[in-house]
């Protein structure tokens, strides 16, 4: 369960809502309205007023390493550090066999970052960002 009180900064909110556990939620809006500040918020990336609590555990009562364990944000554009794909994952068979659920290829792990489609960029940040399963997805 995750649960937002009051959640705000200079350009949304306050936003108030209680998702249970496997519910999902689309957060749309025109361009420049929050949408992405909101999810950071969420996440502990950006500065915000209010408390974000996911199953009893509080944003405001844990460091933002820990608390980014839990909450993960998928941007639209992720950050790559390393040149080649695999260097970003641990392998392992799970790891193949949802690569290949997703349409990508076992050997693109061998292949750099810099040769990826924005679609292959996003599935594999998705993958990352699963990887040590987090409560919530953003």
Known sequence: ?????KLENEI???VDLTLESGQGLVVRG?????KTRFMRGVADLDETRGE????DMARSEMP??????LVRFVPADSHWWY????EHFERS???IRDMEQL???????????SELSTGEKQRLAFLRAIADKPKVLL
Not at 30 to 34: L, V
């Open 93 to 95: 068979d799970g790891l």
């Open 103 to 113: 349409g990508l290829k076992p050997a693109q792990l061998n292949q750099p970052v």
């Open 52 to 55: 974000v609590i996911v199953d």
């Open 30 to 34: 025109a361009s420049g309205s929050g």
């Open 64 to 69: 933002a390493f820990e608390w980014r364990r």
């Open 83 to 86: 040149e080649r794909v695999g």
């Open 1 to 5: 369960m995750i649960k937002i009180e």
């Open 12 to 14: 949304f909110g306050p």
